[in-house]
């Protein structure tokens, strides 16, 4: 069926590492994405975006990989901070003005 | 600019009972949405509106219902309550609803309890 997932569900780092969180899509005629940080007891907080048409997006220690053959979406980010540690969501839009989210992994950076 | 309010941060109903979830913006925002979240589902779009006067169904919509009077306010209505909807509810809004390009907005949540 159509879904946005994720492949880890808890993803354990040292400081000063980088980081990588994977996300599948299976719909294809999703046509942009989104990567979203929530901390506890907080609503979700933007961090970056990439249209399909887009292989790669960079913003501020983050960048965004869209892999439109497999469907594979990740998020990396660079030289991981304590307070990088969150819940990471992706999102795509499937219909006109609607984001789906995927299930969330959780980013725990160790000092 | 406060950005996106809700209110209450918390919430214990008992089955059967009526309430309110309320959220606001101050941006003038066109597009607002409601979630929920519960474990493990990631969040789940119950309605949304595209402009005042404007609503739509979103992925679980059944048990609440939504008005959007005014651009500012986007109510939710749970109008019997049931322990299903036991959750935390996300309100979110961004200034067009056709570009999702614009940065969606969320605001900080209202835990409810069902029992």
């Known amino acids: 069926g159509e879904s946005v997932g994720l492949h880890l569900p808890t993803l354990s780092v040292q400081e000063g590492d980088n980081s990588i969180i994977n996300c599948a899509y299976s719909?294809?005629?999703?046509?942009?994405f989104i990567w979203y940080k929530q901390e506890s007891g907080k609503g979700p907080q933007f961090i970056i975006d990439?249209?399909?048409?887009?292989d790669k997006r960079q913003g501020q220690r983050v960048t965004v990989l869209l892999n439109k053959t497999v469907k594979h979406l990740s998020l990396q980010i660079a030289a991981t901070q304590p307070g990088d540690s969150a819940v990471y969501f992706c999102?795509?839009?499937?219909?006109?003005?609607?984001?789906?989210f995927g299930k969330g992994t959780m980013l725990l950076v160790s000092p | 600019n406060a950005g996106v309010t809700q209110t209450p941060k918390f919430q214990v109903l008992k089955t059967g009972q009526s309430m309110t979830l309320q959220c606001a913006q101050d941006?003038?925002?066109?597009?607002m949405s409601w979630y929920r979240q519960d474990p493990g589902m990631g969040l789940r779009l119950i309605h949304y509106?595209?402009?005042?006067?404007?609503?739509d169904q979103g992925e679980v919509p059944n048990g609440y219902n939504v008005s959007r009077s005014t651009t500012e306010d986007f109510p939710l209505r749970l109008l019997s309550a049931a322990p299903s909807q036991t959750s935390v509810y996300f309100c979110?809004?961004?200034?067009?609803?056709?570009?999702?390009?614009?940065?969606?907005?969320f605001g900080p949540g209202t835990r409810l309890t069902v029992t």
């Open positions: 509106s595209v402009g005042a006067g404007i609503t």
């Open positions: 941006m003038n925002h066109e597009y």
């Open positions: 999102a795509e839009k499937r219909r006109s003005s609607t984001l789906t």
């Open positions: 979110a809004s961004r200034n067009s609803p056709a570009d999702p390009g614009n940065e969606q907005y």
């Open positions: 990439i249209r399909s048409n887009m």
């Open positions: 719909n294809s005629a999703s046509d942009y």
